[in-house]
């Protein structure tokens, strides 16, 4: 498919969370219909989309029909088994390729990448069992994190080592999995950059964010992050230099660490982004549709900024102050339909916005 699909036409989702729904909801803002794939019940993007399928990600016979009743593949997951990959791009065009799923779900992959562009990352060693995480720790020296290669996400899967005596307790922490061990930043703030390239190989970079974790999970982004206008710089280059190596198509997460000695990429997302939902009420086209447009052949929207922006999410019992949220009159709250609670559980996000720029 090179021609720009035309409204009407649906667009098969793997993965149906929050980010699936959302993409979903700008899709059919322009005209188009969504089929999402995904194995847990009642996802919450089944809610807007026209069709859903429920099966497991090994299930090459539901994957193929999957395939079969849409024109492009996207995804909002990015641990799609390879074999089931190999089914789907068989049939219809999967949106961002196959390489950045490749990169981006292997850790060392994912480094080994983005420093053979020449961008910095944190020190790094693969460890596949103690010996090798003692002598990495001696290369690397502490405070270092362990982290498995594949499968983490919102801070799971990690161990911090603070003495070369934490490593025997940081590689059980692994139960058995590959790790790669890396050197701990000492960064000022984590900002990241959301950038979009279309299928004509144009970029539009959003404004870089700043973001705050707790506990591991993203708390807030906020915009304007706090950058020198050569960091800004810096931030958008390196974005676009990855998709271009990528030959990507549709938007893209991408985390650095601001340090004294530059950014430091810490890892990439081929997919819509937590990090981008400000965009909602910062821009004109946001991140979802404008991964969209990208994936339909479209011409990229604008990516400029309208106002100042802070996203919060709503994690587990957040949820509940939406009664006191909803009285707030510049705040655009977003829920994502998921019906239980817990701990840790992204239940929706608020954009507050700022009138004016500064
Ligand atoms: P990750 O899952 O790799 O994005 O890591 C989650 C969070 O842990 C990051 O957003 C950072 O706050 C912190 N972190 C991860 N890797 C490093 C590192 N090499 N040095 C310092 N902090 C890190």
Known sequence: MTEPLRPGATIGILGGGQLGRMLSVAASRLGFQCHIYEPGAAPPAGHV??????????????????????????????????????????LRP???????????QERVAEKDFLTGLGLQTAPYARVTDLAALEQALERIGTPAILKTTRLGYDGKGQARIMTSEDAPAAWEAMAGA?????????????????????????????????????????????????????????AVLIAARILNALDY??????????????????????????????????????????????????????????????????????????????????????????SEVKQGRKMGHVNRVIRGLT
């Open 178 to 234: 590959e790790a790669v061990l890396e050197g701990f930043i000492d960064f000022s703030h984590e900002v990241s950059v959301i950038a979009a390239r279309g299928l004509d190989g144009s970029v539009a970079c959003y404004d870089p964010g700043e973001n705050v974790h707790r506990a591991g999970i993203l708390h807030t982004t906020t915009l304007p992050a706090r950058l020198s206008p050569g960091q800004r710089t810096d």
């Open 249 to 338: 198509v549709g938007v893209m997460g991408v985390e650095l660490f601001v340090t004294p000695q530059g950014l430091i990429v810490n890892e990439i997302a081929p997919r819509v982004h937590n990090s981008g939902h400000w965009t909602q009420a910062g821009c004109a086209v946001d991140q979802f549709e404008q991964h969209i447009r990208a994936i339909a052949g479209w011409p990229l929207g604008d990516g400029s900024r309208y106002a100042d922006v802070v996203m919060e999410n709503l994690i587990g019992s957040d949820v509940d102050r939406v009664p006191g949220l909803s009285r707030e009159r510049n705040c655009q709250i977003h829920l994502y339909g998921k």
């Open 94 to 104: 999967i949106r961002p390729n196959r390489r950045a799923l490749a990169v981006s």
């Open 49 to 90: 989309a026209a069709q859903v399928t429920t099966a497991p990600y090994e299930d090459l016979a539901a994957l193929r029909a999957f395939a079969q009743s849409v024109d492009v593949i996207t995804y909002e997951f990015e641990n799609v088994p390879t074999a089931s990959l190999d089914a789907l791009e068989a």
